[in-house]
């Protein structure tokens, strides 16, 4: 089998092992590791892969495995969502894997060994993650003091912490994106985010001439943010805060005949 083909079998059958453990109501690292456990099952059904060469078993799951895990794991939330294009862009993939398999959680603590995990199986740069996107912080001492966590450099996923505008406001200055009408977006999630800030501050049609506008500036990076907030809208805790702001991110634009 040529390795692309048993690559895409490799995130098919992930994909389907994760729809069926999601409506079974299973979360968190089972889920996940039920997942890669999905993957590498396809992976080694076959004695002789051609054009993979040989990879030791290290190099076959780091490179094959954890990207086919993750990405099934994706697309199981966007079938679930009822969405044809899911996200691919690393940032989109590790905030989708980080808010959906920590789930309920007040904050979303993500320790060294799930870092590495979700890293690499979203081609994620974790340093530009955490010093130019401000995807994550690391978690302060104080914080750590009354949470059972390793020693490793533990982290935390920046995300809204309400629906307040002022809260969604603070969140972006200190991921450097600000509120104007000329953002700094990096990547999909300041985009995801500053669409949040504008669903919640303007009219619906303020909003989409907002979002049109950042649009035609950032196309690759909005269009994946209403995906994900589509997604968000259907598979996130009914408490999130996030699952609120992305239903008013996608309902004005739907009302109006934007997007």
């Known amino acids: 089998i040529e390795a692309s083909k048993l690559y895409e079998e490799m995130v098919e059958e992930a994909a389907e092992r994760a729809m069926r453990l999601i409506e079974l109501g299973v979360t968190?690292?089972?889920?996940?590791?039920?997942?890669?456990?999905a993957a590498l099952a396809a992976a080694t059904s076959y004695r002789e892969v051609i054009s993979l060469g040989k990879l030791n078993v290290d190099e076959l799951v780091d490179k094959y495995v954890y990207p086919a895990a993750s990405i099934g794991l994706a697309k199981a939330f966007a079938r679930r969502a009822e969405i044809k294009d899911g996200v691919r862009s690393p940032d989109a993939m590790f905030y989708i894997l980080a808010k959906c398999?920590?789930?309920?959680?007040?904050?979303?603590?993500?320790?060294?060994?799930?870092?590495?995990?979700?890293?690499?199986?979203?081609?994620?740069?974790?340093?530009?993650?955490l010093k130019?996107?401000?995807?994550?912080?690391?978690?302060?001492?104080?914080?750590?003091?009354?949470a059972k966590v390793a020693k490793a450099k533990t982290l935390i996923l920046l995300e809204p912490p309400s629906a307040e505008k002022t809260k969604i406001a603070e969140l972006l200055e200190a991921k450097g994106v600000g509120t104007s009408e000329e953002p700094n977006v990096r990547c999909t999630v300041d985009a995801l985010h500053i669409l949040e800030y504008y669903a919640i501050t303007y009219s619906a049609t303020e909003y989409v001439r907002r979002l049109e506008k950042l649009r035609e500036k950032y196309p690759a990076q909005v269009n994946e943010a209403l995906s994900l907030a589509k997604i968000f809208a259907r598979v996130l805790p009914e408490d999130d805060p996030e699952r609120r702001l992305c239903e008013r991110v996608i309902l004005p634009a739907f009302q109006l005949g934007g997007t």
């Open 28 to 37: 968190g690292r089972d889920l996940f590791i039920n997942t890669l456990a």
């Open 132 to 146: 130019e996107w401000k995807l994550l912080r690391e978690m302060k001492r104080e914080e750590e003091a009354g």
């Open 101 to 129: 398999l920590i789930a309920g959680a007040r904050k979303k603590i993500i320790e060294s060994t799930d870092l590495r995990l979700l890293s690499i199986g979203t081609s994620l740069d974790v340093k530009v993650a």
